[in-house]
């Protein structure tokens, strides 16, 4: 086995299929790699968040926070990747945008897992592929009963359900050094490049296609700004300055 046969990269490199004319399809193939890359290391996150869920349900939060640390890199090298796409200029998006069809980023069920999967109720968005059975087999395995959230809520303050102590004791652990606390504030580290995220995503979208419906028939730009400032962990953020 050589390089090439173990990363399939005659598969791999035949994988993007620019459906416009053969003029535009440099920036179609940026566009796709780009989209292709994110649903990879969308992937990646996955098998990490699980195998995080997985430690700290056992207790081991220094091994949790070595698997955080990587998890963050990751969620950080997806931000930055927007700078590539913010090459694509609007006129040049626009000569190839009427091939995608009605396909949108607002389909990506993986990043739908994983937000459900970090612990945001997202019903909505989830609810939009229960027609596809094989997406909805996909999103059962992405989607473990407990969410990270919930377990980390379970073994640090003792409950997965909301009650009037939680962020009195997250208060507390956030107020003295502990590994506990690292863990916590890797989760709002986490939670901020995930909200950064949502924020270059759109204004990219604002300077591609301005006010124009998405792809998919959402609402484009009004969506994406809809989605600003609602951070997962809600109750962690509360915590940092109680009132």
Same mark, same amino acid.
């Given at each position: 086995?050589? %390089?090439?046969? %173990?990363?399939?990269?005659?598969e791999?490199?035949?994988?993007?299929?620019?459906?416009? /004319?053969?003029?535009?399809?440099? &920036?179609?193939?940026l566009? *796709? +790699?780009v989209?292709?890359? %994110?649903?990879?290391?969308?992937k990646? #996150?996955?098998n990490?968040?699980? %195998?995080?869920?997985?430690?700290?349900?056992?207790g081991?939060?220094?091994?949790? *926070?070595?698997?955080m640390?990587?998890?963050n890199?990751?969620?950080?090298?997806?931000?930055?990747?927007?700078?590539? +796409? &913010?090459t694509?200029?609007?006129?040049e998006?626009?000569?190839?945008?009427?091939?995608?069809?009605?396909?949108? =980023?607002?389909?990506?069920?993986?990043?739908?897992? @994983?937000?459900?999967?970090?612990?945001?109720?997202n019903?909505?968005?989830?609810?939009?592929?229960?027609?596809d059975?094989?997406?909805?087999?996909?999103? !059962?395995?992405?989607?473990? /009963? !407990?969410?990270?959230?919930?377990?980390?809520?379970?073994?640090? +303050?003792?409950?997965?359900? /909301?009650?009037?102590?939680?962020?009195? #004791?997250?208060?507390? @652990?956030?107020?003295?050094p502990s590994?506990?606390? @690292?863990?916590?504030?890797?989760?709002?580290?986490?939670?901020?490049? #995930?909200?950064?995220?949502?924020?270059?995503? !759109?204004?990219?979208?604002?300077?591609? @296609?301005?006010?124009?419906?998405?792809?998919? =028939?959402?609402? =484009?730009?009004?969506?994406?700004?809809?989605?600003?400032?609602?951070?997962?962990?809600?109750?962690?953020?509360?915590?940092?300055?109680?009132?």
């Amino acid at each position: 086995m050589d %390089y090439s046969s %173990y990363l399939r990269l005659n598969e791999l490199l035949s994988l993007q299929q620019p459906k416009s /004319p053969h003029s535009e399809h440099r &920036n179609e193939c940026l566009f *796709i +790699i780009v989209h292709q890359a %994110y649903e990879l290391w969308f992937k990646q #996150l996955i098998n990490e968040i699980h %195998y995080v869920i997985d430690l700290i349900s056992k207790g081991a939060i220094p091994d949790a *926070i070595s698997v955080m640390t990587r998890i963050n890199t990751i969620a950080h090298t997806i931000v930055s990747q927007i700078s590539i +796409i &913010n090459t694509l200029n609007s006129h040049e998006f626009h000569r190839f945008r009427g091939y995608l069809g009605s396909a949108s =980023g607002f389909q990506s069920y993986q990043f739908d897992g @994983i937000e459900a999967l970090l612990g945001k109720a997202n019903s909505k968005k989830i609810k939009q592929y229960q027609h596809d059975e094989v997406i909805q087999k996909r999103l !059962a395995v992405i989607i473990k /009963p !407990a969410s990270l959230w919930n377990v980390v809520r379970q073994q640090l +303050i003792g409950t997965a359900e /909301p009650n009037e102590d939680a962020r009195d #004791l997250l208060t507390a @652990i956030l107020a003295r050094p502990s590994c506990e606390a @690292i863990l916590l504030n890797q989760l709002l580290d986490l939670d901020t490049a #995930l909200q950064e995220w949502r924020f270059r995503h !759109a204004k990219l979208a604002e300077r591609t @296609i301005g006010q124009s419906k998405g792809t998919g =028939g959402s609402d =484009g730009l009004s969506y994406l700004k809809s989605t600003l400032f609602t951070p997962i962990f809600v109750e962690l953020w509360a915590a940092i300055n109680p009132s």
